[in-house]
């Protein structure tokens, strides 16, 4: 029988990288049963054992550091330096999931309060078996690793579908796995469309799917999960403010809030894409941000557009904001594929769809406030709640704006540094999607809580879940809860 492939292109030369199978519904199925007999394997280790298989993985991953950053280059077209840093932030929460996994996930005595008194209680985390990752082109190690290093050392095993349009980088993580673990397929990837997705999402053997990618995909998703009732975590698209205070680092934010909107050309969830400038400082900020923006070339410090598609959304966003605003850089013409060039637009009307709708480009608009408190209400305005970024000097009032903004995530005088925090969850609100990867949050995503309650004694004279029970023993209960509760408190 003949199979079924697929080309993984370069998007910035249209060379073909890799030839990969359209793996369809039997061969997920197949991939999942092997997953399934792995993760009791897996789950079985001691914790120490698969710490330090997941440390070896580590390593291994560090070694191929220059290669898989290579592999990420051509796939994904970003610059070789980015793909280096997205592997090494990646190689730092592996292994911080690694050495925190038993800490955070281990069984452990809670308080059984009065009604518990002769109770022992105790609450730990188990695996859920197999998890489904389906993972996103833009950062194609770091995003899906989010889910994938947490999710085996919680103790499950992984089957991970990546993008069609980075498929030899998922496949390559999990060959660099088998080198660390050869035992068992722990962690398995397959290959193909939509169709290998959808089948991952719907077999009802996963125990959850963690999903990356645009809010319109992640509903499909959610519906093929629901068939089985399997729970999903989703990180989908974002539309992210960045608030300049007046008393901000105006150098400084002006060099983040281009770095944030530019790099990876604009396709990154959590990047900048609506910016708000305090009356005081618009002036001097836009004067550092245009400046800056005049140095920075697609090509040469950013890569293309990976997915071609995504040109027409960047070239309908441009033009609208062109048309009901004012061009800082760039423009219509600046759309040259498979390259976007810095676009920067103000006074842009905040019902635009530029102002809206994700554009996954290089693109922002940048808007003068007030004050930061009108910032905060345009920034929180919208469908999304991803990611943002607050810029202020007062540390008390930066960190005030920060936990007010509607996201899951915010950066104060940086930008996405929550992301490199491995302690930190990820994830955001709305229609940025629900659930967390990373830190203490991600393992317990991947895990199911267990609670055992198990009696130490016998309570005289208070026999409460029995037939038997008397009306003595009731009365008693009331004059016990009156005394510890029944004192009204103002």
């Given at each position: 029988?003949?199979?079924?492939?697929?080309?993984?292109?370069?998007?910035?030369?249209?060379?073909?990288?890799?030839?990969?199978?359209?793996?369809?519904?039997?061969?997920?199925?197949?991939?999942?049963?092997?997953?399934?007999?792995?993760?009791?394997?897996?789950?079985?280790?001691?914790?120490?054992?698969?710490?330090?298989?997941?440390?070896?993985?580590?390593?291994?991953?560090?070694?191929?550091?220059?290669?898989?950053?290579?592999?990420?280059?051509?796939?994904?077209?970003?610059?070789?330096?980015?793909?280096?840093?997205?592997?090494?932030?990646?190689?730092?929460?592996?292994?911080?999931?690694?050495?925190?996994?038993?800490?955070?996930?281990?069984?452990?005595?809670?308080?059984?309060?009065?009604?518990?008194?002769?109770?022992?209680?105790?609450?730990?985390?188990?695996?859920?078996?197999?998890?489904?990752?389906?993972?996103?082109?833009?950062?194609?190690?770091?995003?899906?690793?989010?889910?994938?290093?947490?999710?085996?050392?919680a103790g499950n095993a992984v089957v991970f579908k990546p993008s069609e349009l980075t498929p030899g980088v998922g496949v390559r993580l999990a060959?660099?796995?088998?080198?660390?673990?050869?035992?068992?397929?722990?962690?398995?990837?397959?290959?193909?469309?939509?169709?290998?997705?959808?089948?991952?999402?719907?077999?009802?053997?996963?125990?959850?799917?963690?999903?990356?990618?645009?809010?319109?995909?992640?509903?499909r998703v959610m519906a093929a999960c629901a068939e089985n009732l399997t729970p999903i975590v989703a990180e989908c698209g974002g539309k992210d403010?960045?608030?300049?205070?007046?008393?901000?680092?105006?150098?400084?934010?002006?060099?983040?809030?281009?770095?944030?909107?530019?790099?990876?050309?604009?396709?990154?969830?959590?990047?900048?894409?609506?910016?708000?400038?305090?009356?005081?400082?618009?002036?001097?900020?836009?004067?550092?941000?245009?400046?800056?923006?005049?140095?920075?070339?697609?090509?040469?410090?950013?890569?293309?557009i990976t997915m071609p598609g995504q040109l027409d959304v960047i070239r309908r966003h441009i033009d609208d904001a062109t048309k009901s605003g004012?061009?800082?850089?760039?423009?219509?013409?600046?759309?040259?594929?498979?390259?976007?060039?810095?676009?920067?637009?103000?006074?842009?009307?905040?019902?635009?769809?530029?102002?809206?709708?994700?554009?996954?480009?290089?693109?922002?608009?940048?808007?003068?406030?007030?004050?930061?408190?009108?910032?905060?209400?345009?920034?929180?305005?919208?469908?999304?709640?991803?990611?943002?970024?607050?810029?202020?000097?007062?540390?008390?009032?930066?960190?005030?704006?920060?936990?007010?903004?509607?996201?899951?995530?915010?950066?104060?005088?940086?930008?996405?540094?929550?992301?490199?925090?491995?302690?930190?969850?990820?994830?955001?609100?709305?229609?940025?999607?629900?659930?967390?990867?990373?830190?203490?949050?991600?393992?317990?995503?991947?895990?199911?809580?267990?609670?055992?309650?198990?009696?130490?004694?016998?309570?005289?004279?208070?026999?409460?879940?029995?037939?038997?029970?008397?009306?003595?023993?009731?009365?008693?209960?009331?004059?016990?809860?009156?005394?510890?509760?029944?004192?009204?408190?103002?």
């Open positions: 029988m003949t199979t079924l492939t697929f080309d993984s292109l370069n998007p910035a030369t249209g060379e073909v990288v890799g030839t990969h199978p359209k793996q369809g519904p039997e061969a997920v199925r197949e991939a999942v049963g092997r997953a399934e007999r792995a993760a009791v394997w897996w789950a079985e280790l001691a914790p120490a054992e698969r710490r330090l298989r997941l440390l070896d993985y580590k390593a291994v991953l560090t070694r191929e550091l220059r290669e898989l950053a290579a592999l990420v280059h051509a796939e994904n077209g970003k610059p070789a330096g980015d793909a280096t840093l997205e592997i090494a932030t990646t190689i730092a929460h592996v292994d911080w999931a690694a050495r925190n996994a038993e800490k955070v996930l281990r069984r452990r005595r809670v308080p059984t309060g009065f009604m518990g008194v002769n109770l022992a209680a105790t609450l730990e985390y188990l695996p859920l078996g197999v998890v489904g990752v389906i993972g996103p082109w833009n950062y194609p190690v770091f995003t899906p690793m989010g889910s994938i290093a947490y999710a085996l050392a060959e660099l796995f088998a080198e660390s673990v050869p035992e068992e397929p722990v962690f398995q990837t397959v290959t193909g469309l939509g169709e290998t997705g959808a089948a991952l999402a719907s077999d009802p053997r996963v125990g959850k799917v963690a999903f990356t990618g645009s809010t319109a995909t992640a509903k403010a960045f608030i300049v205070d007046a008393d901000a680092d105006l150098p400084a934010a002006a060099d983040a809030c281009l770095w944030g909107a530019m790099s990876n050309a604009g396709q990154t969830c959590t990047g900048v894409e609506r910016v708000y400038v305090v009356d005081a400082v618009y002036e001097p900020f836009m004067r550092e941000l245009s400046e800056r923006a005049a140095r920075v070339k697609a090509g040469e410090h950013y890569g293309p004012k061009v800082v850089t760039g423009g219509p013409g600046s759309v040259r594929p498979p390259y976007v060039d810095p676009v920067i637009v103000e006074d842009v009307p905040e019902d635009s769809p530029a102002v809206r709708e994700e554009t996954f480009g290089p693109t922002v608009t940048v808007r003068r406030t007030r004050d930061a408190r009108e910032a905060l209400e345009l920034a929180n305005a919208s469908a999304y709640g991803l990611a943002g970024t607050v810029f202020a000097r007062d540390r008390r009032r930066a960190m005030e704006l920060a936990r007010l903004m509607r996201t899951g995530m915010t950066a104060v005088n940086s930008i996405i540094s929550f992301a490199g925090v491995p302690a930190l969850p990820f994830g955001g609100v709305g229609d940025s999607g629900f659930g967390r990867i990373h830190g203490a949050d991600g393992l317990r995503e991947f895990a199911r809580a267990k609670a055992i309650s198990r009696r130490r004694f016998a309570l005289p004279g208070m026999n409460l879940t029995s037939f038997a029970r008397t009306g003595d023993e009731l009365e008693r209960l009331i004059r016990i809860v009156t005394f510890l509760h029944g004192r009204r408190k103002r």
